[in-house]
Every structure is written in structure tokens, then in C-alpha cells.
Antibody, heavy 121, light 108 residues
Framework: EVQLVESGGGLVKPGGSLRLSCAAS????????VNWVRQAPGKGLEWVSS????????YYADSVKGRFTISRDNAKNSLYLQMNSLRAEDTAVYYC??????????????WGQGTLVTVSS | SYELTQPPSVSVSPGQTARITCSGD??????GYWYQQKPGQAPVLVIY???ERPSGIPERFSGSSSGTTVTLTISGVQAEDEADYYC???????????FGTGTKVTVL
């Protein structure tokens, strides 16, 4: 069974930093691209960042570019999101999700349960 | 930036058919995907590549595509189908993920 388990969320002050982790199991993590997607309270889904299987291709949404860094450790079956210079508008539940599909047509077939990040003074 | 537009809400009586549309300029060349999200839960994929249904998803969920619009149809709606539904696609370059604005389905 595919499992994705996020951790690392919490309360942080504006301008602070936080590192999220996503532990993967039940599939060959090293062969899949993975995403971070977030959802602000009462709002819709927003794609944050993607990383391919060997970390050669990394993409960010404009809203987080320059502040967030996605990375992975295939030996540990883990995905990370380093979040710096956090703002109130970064408050959201952050989900990691497995990417499947073909070139130019990717989608998310398995999601974790999410971890809540709250940015507030 | 590229946007996918959905109606904010759809109301339907049990046993009836709910149709949720998603409009976007790149949809003629990009597939549409649909996710169901119940309160406090993670999204679940219910339709991929416009009309394919993942294993474990009930047959009452179906998808279609026409021009700049993809549609999720729930036939014979059940109370358990009450949820938020999001479409997803890519921009014309196929690089970035875009989610629709979301539709709340209410079963009357």
C-alpha cells in the first residue's frame, strides 16, 4: 500500500523558517516524481513545488520561488520542503503527493494526510 | 497565469445526476483530472486523463472533455458523494500544475 506521511508542521513567526518532511513507503520512491501542494484554511488547492526522481528537474510556484526549497533523499525514501522567510499567507495544510503520468500530462495519484503550517506572531 | 474555472457550488438530490464543469484555455491539448476532497481529509483522485477511472472508484463517477471544458459527472448521487471537487491540468507547456477553483457538491 502506498503511504505518504508528512511531518514538521507547526506555529512559526513571520520571517521564520520551517522544514517539512514526507516519508514514503509501499512503492519504489526513487523512481517517482513528487509534489508539494498546499491548502489555506477554507481555500482551494495550490501547487507549490515538484521534484523529479533524481532531483534533476525542480519547479516552484511563483508565490514561493526564492523562499522555499524542495529536496529528496532517495536512500531514506523521504521528501523535504525547506520554507524560509515565511509569511502569513503561507499558512496552510501542506500535502505531499506522488506524481504519475506521461510527459506534459502529470497528475497526483496518492496524497499524504497533510501537515498544518501556521505563520503568526 | 493560467486558470481553471469551476462553478462554486452544485446541489443535487439523492439519486439524481451532478455535473461539474471545469474550463481552461489549454484543455484542448492537456488532459483534465478530478479530485474529491471530504472535510478534514486529503484529496482523492477520481478521474484521470479526462475520463479514466482509477481502481476502487465507483462507476457512478465519469468524466468527459469537449473543447475548453472538462466535465465530471456523478450519476445516481449518494449522500457520501457530498464533498469538494477540484479539477487539475497543466499549462500549455505541460510544466506546471494548475488546480481549478473547486466546486462544493451538496446532496439535498
Amino acid at each position: 500500500e502506498v503511504q505518504l506521511v508528512e511531518s514538521g508542521g507547526g506555529l512559526v513567526k513571520p520571517g521564520g523558517s520551517l522544514r517539512l518532511s514526507c516519508a514514503a513507503s509501499g512503492f519504489a520512491f526513487s523512481t517517482y516524481s513528487v509534489n508539494w501542494v498546499r491548502q489555506a484554511p477554507g481555500k482551494g488547492l495550490e501547487w507549490v513545488s515538484s521534484i523529479n526522481s533524481n532531483s534533476a528537474y525542480i519547479y516552484y510556484a511563483d508565490s514561493v520561488k526564492g523562499r522555499f526549497t524542495i529536496s529528496r533523499d532517495n536512500a531514506k525514501n523521504s521528501l523535504y520542503l525547506q520554507m524560509n522567510s515565511l509569511r502569513a499567507e503561507d499558512t496552510a495544510v501542506y500535502y505531499c503527493a506522488r506524481i504519475v503520468g506521461t510527459t506534459g500530462n502529470y497528475y497526483l495519484d496518492n496524497w499524504g494526510q497533510g501537515t498544518l503550517v501556521t505563520v503568526s506572531s | 497565469s493560467y486558470e481553471l474555472t469551476q462553478p462554486p457550488s452544485v446541489s443535487v438530490s439523492p439519486g439524481q445526476t451532478a455535473r461539474i464543469t471545469c474550463s481552461g484555455d489549454a484543455l484542448p491539448i492537456q488532459y483534465g483530472y478530478w479530485y474529491q476532497q471530504k472535510p478534514g481529509q486529503a484529496p482523492v483522485l477520481v478521474i484521470y486523463k479526462d475520463s479514466e477511472r482509477p481502481s476502487g472508484i465507483p462507476e457512478r463517477f465519469s468524466g468527459s472533455s469537449s473543447g475548453t471544458t472538462v466535465t465530471l459527472t456523478i450519476s445516481g448521487v449518494q449522500a457520501e458523494d457530498e464533498a469538494d471537487y477540484y479539477c487539475q491540468s497543466s499549462d500549455s507547456s505541460g510544466t506546471f500544475y494548475v488546480f481549478g477553483t473547486g466546486t462544493k457538491v451538496t446532496v439535498l
